[in-house]
């Protein structure tokens, strides 16, 4: 049976395809994972910080979302240690596959992608299930923490202070000011005495004190009426 050139490209075409979106699909999920477990490495001390001064039990049962957590990393951790995706022909095999025939070569490399495919698909399945359970185990920690969360706020004991009634100061001066006051008004009411008004007497120059500086007056007038 002859080998039909055209159909053989197109399946060596397919196959290199086929091979891409697996090399795409896995670093899809270890990109995906990298951003999930950084999340997670920023939400437990944000987690642990809103647990301060909680509750026994609270705290109890603050472990199982953290446990969920922490599974979720290691699951994620996983796909960075699984073995490495084959990804077509080798290029120590070039040498080798340039003095085939151009029917034999195109064989060749459709033999060597269907390998690489079936070798990957194990590798990429075992990536999947790891990612999705790290994914489900993210979203079942971080549901059970936020209602941790919400049922600390509102078990957490009250550290209200002691209410302790301050008098304002001026208020007390108002009080006291009014309280003089309405002595001062009864003293008023009192009869008063009359007496005479007191009169400022009248004085003569002579009895006051004048200043060194200036012309004394009496000598101004003396000279006024020599000139």
């Known amino acids: ?17 086929m091979i891409e979106r697996q090399i795409s699909s896995y670093r899809d999920k270890r ?22 001064d909680s509750l026994f039990w609270i705290q109890i049962v603050a472990i199982f979302p953290l446990i969920l957590v922490v599974l979720a990393i290691f699951f994620l951790l996983k796909i960075y ?11 120590s095999k070039y ?8 029917d034999e070569a195109i064989l060749f490399e459709i033999a060597v992608n269907r390998d690489c495919y079936n070798a990957n698909r194990p590798i990429l399945d075992g990536a999947t299930k790891n990612y999705e359970k790290g994914l489900s185990l993210t ?17 957490r004991p009250s550290n209200n202070p002691e209410k302790i009634e301050l008098v304002n100061p001026i208020i007390m001066t108002m009080g006291n000011n009014n309280n003089n006051s309405g002595n001062n008004q009864g003293n008023n009411n009192e009869p008063s005495i ?6 400022i007497p009248s004085t003569n120059p002579s009895d006051r004190e004048r200043l060194s500086e200036g012309i004394d007056p009496k000598k101004g007038n003396d000279s006024t009426i020599k000139k």
């Open 95 to 102: 040498d080798e596959a340039i003095n085939k025939k151009h």
């Open 81 to 91: 240690y699984m073995n490495s995706l084959e990804q077509g022909l080798a290029l």
């Open 31 to 52: 990109s995906v994972a990298s951003t999930i477990m950084g999340l997670c490495t920023l939400f437990i001390p944000f987690y642990l910080s809103g647990l301060f």
């Open 1 to 17: 049976m002859s080998l039909d050139i055209e159909t053989a490209k197109y399946l060596a075409e397919k196959s290199n395809q």
């Open 139 to 155: 979203k079942w920690g971080i549901g059970l923490s936020i209602i941790v969360l919400s049922l600390n706020l509102y078990f």
């Open 194 to 199: 009359k007496t005479d008004p007191i009169v």
